[in-house]
Protein backbone atom coordinates (compact mmCIF):
# COMPACT_ATOMS: atom_id res chain seq x y z
CA UNK A 1 0.00 0.00 0.00
CA UNK A 2 0.91 3.54 -0.89
CA UNK A 3 -0.44 6.82 0.75
CA UNK A 4 -0.07 10.10 -0.58
CA UNK A 5 -0.61 13.35 1.16
CA UNK A 6 -0.76 16.50 -1.32
CA UNK A 7 0.04 20.42 0.53
CA UNK A 8 0.69 23.65 -1.14
CA UNK A 9 -2.76 24.23 -2.10
CA UNK A 10 -3.58 28.28 -3.12
CA UNK A 11 -5.20 31.53 -4.62
CA UNK A 12 -3.00 32.85 -7.19
CA UNK A 13 -3.42 35.45 -9.98
CA UNK A 14 -3.13 35.29 -13.39
CA UNK A 15 1.16 34.38 -14.30
CA UNK A 16 1.60 33.73 -10.76
CA UNK A 17 3.72 30.62 -9.76
CA UNK A 18 2.73 27.27 -7.23
CA UNK A 19 4.08 24.53 -6.19
CA UNK A 20 2.42 21.34 -5.03
CA UNK A 21 3.79 18.77 -3.06
CA UNK A 22 3.02 14.98 -2.40
CA UNK A 23 4.53 12.99 0.62
CA UNK A 24 4.74 9.39 0.15
CA UNK A 25 4.42 6.91 2.84
CA UNK A 26 4.30 3.09 2.75
CA UNK A 27 5.74 0.49 -0.68
CA UNK A 28 9.55 1.80 -1.40
CA UNK A 29 8.89 5.15 -2.88
CA UNK A 30 11.82 5.07 -5.18
CA UNK A 31 10.62 2.27 -7.29
CA UNK A 32 7.38 4.13 -7.98
CA UNK A 33 5.99 6.09 -10.98
CA UNK A 34 4.35 9.06 -9.82
CA UNK A 35 2.02 11.45 -11.68
CA UNK A 36 0.08 14.70 -11.51
CA UNK A 37 -3.50 14.75 -12.58
CA UNK A 38 -6.26 17.68 -12.07
CA UNK A 39 -10.76 17.69 -12.23
CA UNK A 40 -11.66 21.28 -12.85
CA UNK A 41 -15.58 21.67 -12.01
CA UNK A 42 -18.04 19.64 -14.31
CA UNK A 43 -14.79 17.87 -16.08
CA UNK A 44 -13.11 14.69 -16.43
CA UNK A 45 -9.76 13.90 -14.05
CA UNK A 46 -7.06 14.54 -16.55
CA UNK A 47 -2.99 13.81 -16.95
CA UNK A 48 -0.89 16.88 -16.38
CA UNK A 49 2.26 15.17 -15.94
CA UNK A 50 4.49 12.17 -14.85
CA UNK A 51 8.34 11.41 -13.69
CA UNK A 52 10.10 7.89 -13.31
CA UNK A 53 11.28 5.94 -10.39
CA UNK A 54 14.68 7.81 -10.84
CA UNK A 55 12.92 10.99 -12.08
CA UNK A 56 15.13 11.15 -15.27
CA UNK A 57 12.43 10.95 -17.71
CA UNK A 58 9.19 13.08 -17.58
CA UNK A 59 5.86 12.95 -19.61
CA UNK A 60 3.47 16.34 -19.43
CA UNK A 61 0.68 17.23 -21.28
CA UNK A 62 0.56 19.79 -24.23
CA UNK A 63 -1.13 22.17 -22.16
CA UNK A 64 1.13 22.81 -19.30
CA UNK A 65 4.37 21.74 -21.03
CA UNK A 66 6.69 24.59 -20.61
CA UNK A 67 5.03 25.78 -18.02
CA UNK A 68 4.94 22.88 -14.98
CA UNK A 69 8.11 20.92 -13.95
CA UNK A 70 7.37 17.58 -12.16
CA UNK A 71 10.60 16.53 -9.89
CA UNK A 72 10.91 14.26 -7.30
CA UNK A 73 13.21 13.75 -3.93
CA UNK A 74 14.13 10.36 -3.15
CA UNK A 75 15.70 10.67 0.00
CA UNK A 76 12.40 12.48 0.99
CA UNK A 77 10.26 10.51 -0.38
CA UNK A 78 8.32 13.51 -2.23
CA UNK A 79 7.19 14.44 -5.47
CA UNK A 80 6.96 18.17 -6.52
CA UNK A 81 5.05 20.21 -9.25
CA UNK A 82 6.13 23.56 -9.64
CA UNK A 83 3.25 25.42 -11.79
CA UNK A 84 4.46 28.87 -13.45
CA UNK A 85 2.71 31.53 -16.01
CA UNK A 86 -0.79 29.81 -14.10
CA UNK A 87 -3.52 30.67 -16.70
CA UNK A 88 -7.53 30.26 -15.35
CA UNK A 89 -7.99 27.32 -16.77
CA UNK A 90 -5.59 25.67 -14.47
CA UNK A 91 -7.77 26.21 -12.07
CA UNK A 92 -8.87 22.50 -10.47
CA UNK A 93 -8.14 20.02 -7.72
CA UNK A 94 -4.59 18.86 -8.21
CA UNK A 95 -4.34 15.01 -7.66
CA UNK A 96 -1.19 12.91 -7.26
CA UNK A 97 -0.95 9.71 -7.96
CA UNK A 98 1.76 6.42 -7.92
CA UNK A 99 1.84 3.70 -10.14
CA UNK A 100 3.78 0.59 -10.08
CA UNK A 101 4.85 1.15 -14.10
CA UNK A 102 8.79 0.78 -14.17
CA UNK A 103 9.67 0.07 -17.83
CA UNK A 104 7.51 3.64 -19.09
CA UNK A 105 5.91 6.66 -18.05
CA UNK A 106 2.54 5.74 -17.47
CA UNK A 107 -0.31 8.96 -18.07
CA UNK A 108 -3.66 6.91 -17.93
CA UNK A 109 -5.84 7.02 -14.93
CA UNK A 110 -5.87 3.38 -14.68
CA UNK A 111 -2.48 2.78 -14.59
CA UNK A 112 -2.50 4.73 -11.39
CA UNK A 113 -3.67 2.57 -8.07
CA UNK A 114 -3.02 4.49 -5.65
CA UNK A 115 -3.91 8.65 -5.01
CA UNK A 116 -4.48 11.52 -2.81
CA UNK A 117 -6.64 13.50 -1.27
CA UNK A 118 -6.36 16.14 -3.82
CA UNK A 119 -5.42 20.01 -3.44
CA UNK A 120 -7.39 23.10 -4.70
CA UNK A 121 -5.40 25.48 -6.74
CA UNK A 122 -7.35 28.61 -8.16
CA UNK A 123 -6.25 31.23 -10.54
CA UNK A 124 -7.84 34.29 -10.43
CA UNK A 125 -8.05 37.03 -13.14
Known amino acids: QVQLVESGEGLVQVGGSLRLSCAAS????????MGWFRQAPGKEREFVAAIGWSGSRTSYADSVKGRFTISRDNAKNTVYLQMNSLKPEDTAVYYC??????????????????WGQGTQVTVSS
Open 97 to 114: AASLSFLHIPSTLREYPY
Open 26 to 33: GRGFSSLS
